[in-house]
């Protein structure tokens, strides 16, 4: 059961905290390897935990807000949500969305498209975000979900994000905190990882 929210904007102001502390460790990490401190497979693995805290963080985010609006709060540009749901509170609408399933999926940007159609009038305000960032968050998705399962699906599902990156997969397969740390191609002067943290910024502050 997730903590129980009333604001909107403290839900986001949570995930700007947590966000600015896990790039306040990646600087931290970065430093430690340039004065030798710490290994380049410490840094890997560091980066790694770093990227799947942030994933954590922003699904953490999305749930607490798409719950928010099925109780129909405005979001802060103080437009009108209209839920078909009708929860009589914060607990009662996961309970209804969370239904016969053992959990509920917030990390899938189909599911959470297909719910926010479900629930909410015209998916506003957060169908039409997912569809813009449809690509990426899904990118994303395959990156956490290999750190969480090691498994041979969840490999599959990290090499197409090779491929997109290399055009093909690679010999050896670079662990994902590597990759973590190869340089954009959408924006050379971030590594992946904070490519990662500025678009969960800029989704989390178009939704909220």
Do not use: C
Not at 51 to 67: P, S, V
Not at 74 to 81: E, P
Not at 101 to 121: F, G, Q
Request: overall charge positive; glycine content about 2%; charged content about 25%.
């Amino acid at each position: 059961m997730s903590k129980k929210r009333v604001k909107i904007a403290a839900v986001y102001n949570d995930l700007v905290r947590e966000l600015n502390g896990l790039k306040k460790l990646d600087t931290l990490n970065q430093t430690n390897f340039q004065e030798s401190k710490i290994s380049k497979k410490q840094l890997h693995v560091l980066t790694e935990f770093i990227f799947f805290n942030a994933f954590i963080a922003y699904e953490n985010f999305i749930r607490d807000t798409f719950l928010l609006y099925t109780l129909e709060k405005k979001n802060s540009r103080n437009d009108i949500v209209t839920s078909y749901l009708k929860p009589k509170d914060f607990f009662h609408a996961e309970k209804l969305i969370q239904s016969s399933m053992t959990v509920i999926d917030w990390n899938s940007p189909d599911t959470i498209i297909e719910r926010a159609e479900l629930y909410l009038k015209d998916g506003f305000p957060i169908k039409a975000y997912y569809i813009s960032t449809k690509s990426k968050l899904t990118s994303y998705r395959l990156l956490r979900n290999h750190i969480a399962h090691k498994s041979s699906k969840s490999l599959d599902g990290y090499k197409k994000v090779l491929r997109q990156y290399y055009g093909i997969i690679p010999l050896q397969t670079p662990t994902i905190g590597e990759y973590l740390l190869l340089t954009s191609k959408t924006d050379r002067t971030k590594y992946h990882l904070l490519e990662i943290f500025e678009f969960f910024e800029i989704l989390s502050s178009s939704i909220k």
